[in-house]
């Protein structure tokens, strides 16, 4: 039964079609077309209630949130090494990494994302300002993280780069890793990953 990912370039669905190139995997790529409503069909909110992508369909089962998309395939397809056993320590600094990225980063650059599309005089300056605050300690933690090892989990490339490179690779096109070596070192590292060309070419 072939996985299908639903999909839109340039959002949250390439982190795990980032995921899949590098699970090296069979799959189906469902595009969607938001200009066209494809999101909002009945057939694609029996999948995602929010018209939101990403989506994974894997026979009967449909599961959303890009991050819980990456880490099903990354335990669905254990051979390939991408997440710690079940029960262990590393396992639950994956969870750590994982969870950080989504909730202490993510939330405050999408804060930052929408707050910077606005017209200046529309603009919330003490929202952007703490989100802003928010995020750059953060950033400022993984720099510190990232001295001594190529990736989160150290020497080895897992699920949880994935989660945290596209979530970082979204705080540099806002301006946010500026001065930090180290963690702009990691997001060349993992963009210079084929399977992370191959997911983001269109
Ligand atoms: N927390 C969700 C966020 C999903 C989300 O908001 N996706 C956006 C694209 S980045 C979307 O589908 N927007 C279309 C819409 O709101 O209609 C995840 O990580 O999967």
Redesign the pocket.
């Known amino acids: 039964m072939t996985l299908k990912l639903y999909y ?1 370039p340039r ?2 669905s390439s982190r795990t079609r980032w995921l899949m190139e590098e699970l090296g995997v069979p799959y189906e790529l469902v595009r969607l077309d ?1 200009k066209k409503g494809e ?1 909002k069909t009945a057939e694609y909110l029996s999948i995602n209630p929010l ?4 989506s994974l369909v894997d026979g009967d089962f449909k599961l ?4 819980a998309i990456c880490l099903y395939l990354a335990e669905r397809f254990p051979e390939k090494k991408l997440l710690a056993p079940s029960g262990t320590a590393e396992r639950a600094r994956s969870y750590q990494w994982l969870f950080f990225a989504m909730t202490e980063l993510e939330g405050s650059l999408h804060l930052i994302g929408t707050q910077t599309h606005l017209p200046v005089e529309q603009r919330n300056a003490k929202l952007l300002e703490d989100a802003t605050k928010k995020l750059q300690s953060g950033v400022q933690l993984l720099e510190a993280e990232l001295a001594d090892k190529p990736y989160l989990m150290g020497a080895d490339f897992t699920v949880a780069d994935v989660v945290m490179g596209g979530v970082l690779n979204w705080a540099r096109m806002l301006g946010q890793l500026e001065g930090l070596a180290k963690v702009g070192e990691y997001v060349e590292r993992l963009k210079s990953r084929p399977a992370f060309k191959r997911a983001t070419a269109d």
């Open positions: 839109v959002t949250r938001p999101n018209g939101h992508v990403p959303f949130e890009s991050s």
